[in-house]
């Protein structure tokens, strides 16, 4: 993990310093605060990218676009972990939700046809156990990492100033 801190670190770093995304930047009237590789920074993102991430719907990335009205995050970030679910993984981790969904709401499960006949007539019979899944695992999922990134910036710095006073 230290080597990829390291490594995700100095790209941070070097966009950071990139004249061209200062520029953007500066143009656009956007704050720098939005591409901060400070540990709160990062981890909200993290956490937002991946809260948005698991919940099915469209505009996800125009999701995440709206939350900088509400607070600071490293934008870059959230709106990368947005692509965690892309066409290719979206059918999987949906119908994993959906799944997780039925058993906590204690509900039938209906057989799934990857037909958009299919899901017209029964998308009332999938919908709330769905969002239920879906809001179970955006919790998960994104508390699990926010905890984590912090606790393992928070030790890489601890054990490199403890290296370095001795």
């Not at 719907?57 to 965690?84: E, H, K, S």
Request: aromatic share 18%; with cysteine; net charge positive.
């Amino acid at each position: 993990f230290k080597i990829y801190f390291e490594m995700f670190k100095k790209v941070i770093k070097q966009t950071n310093n990139n004249h061209k995304i200062k520029d953007f930047l500066r143009k656009y009237n956007i704050s720098e605060e939005y591409m901060s590789s400070s540990r709160r920074m990062v981890s909200r993102g993290i956490f937002l990218g991946l809260f948005i991430a698991f919940i099915p719907m469209p505009l996800q990335m125009f999701a995440v676009l709206l939350f900088t009205f509400v607070g600071r995050f490293n934008l870059p970030i959230a709106l990368a972990l947005c692509w965690i679910t892309n066409p290719i993984t979206m059918p999987f981790i949906y119908y994993v939700e959906y799944i997780t969904g039925s058993f906590i709401l204690n509900m039938d499960l209906v057989e799934v046809e990857l037909t958009v006949l299919w899901f017209n007539s029964n998308i009332k019979n999938i919908v709330i156990p769905l969002y239920t899944g879906s809001i179970f695992y955006s919790t998960l999922f994104s508390t699990m990492a926010y905890y984590t990134i912090n606790y393992r910036w928070k030790s890489i710095v601890y054990k490199k100033r403890r290296k370095n006073k001795l």
